[in-house]
Nanobody, 114 residues
């Protein structure tokens, strides 16, 4: 069983930055793929960024060059550094863990004002 707890969301003006954190319980954290997804009202949940156990990263085209995903396996934590935020980045952001089974955090709200 893996439990994920996100933090770091909030309200920020366009052009600003936020850093999301996701702390995971469980000793298998280091061998799973971690990802950040987001869901805006009335829209589907989409992948924002992911990072493999070996550190390989993948980003949605809409966030390339602005967002950076990283992980610290010693702290069982994955981060999402978000720079140059835009109003269209407004959504609930979810942390995701995948290794055989899939786990989700409760989500954290990110609101970008214009």
């Amino acid at each position: 069983q893996v439990q994920l707890v996100e933090s770091g969301g909030g309200l920020v003006q366009a052009g600003g930055s936020l850093r999301l954190s996701c702390a995971a319980s469980g000793s298998i954290f280091s061998i799973g793929r971690m990802g950040w997804y987001r869901q805006a009202p009335g829209k589907q949940r989409d992948l924002v960024a992911s990072i493999s156990s070996g550190g390989r990263t993948n980003y949605a085209d809409s966030v390339k060059g602005r967002f950076t995903i990283s992980r610290d396996n010693t702290k069982n934590t994955v981060y999402l550094q978000m720079n140059s935020l835009k109003p269209e980045d407004t959504a609930v952001y979810y942390c995701n863990y995948l290794w055989g089974l899939e786990y989700w955090g409760q989500g954290t709200q990110v609101t970008v004002s214009s």
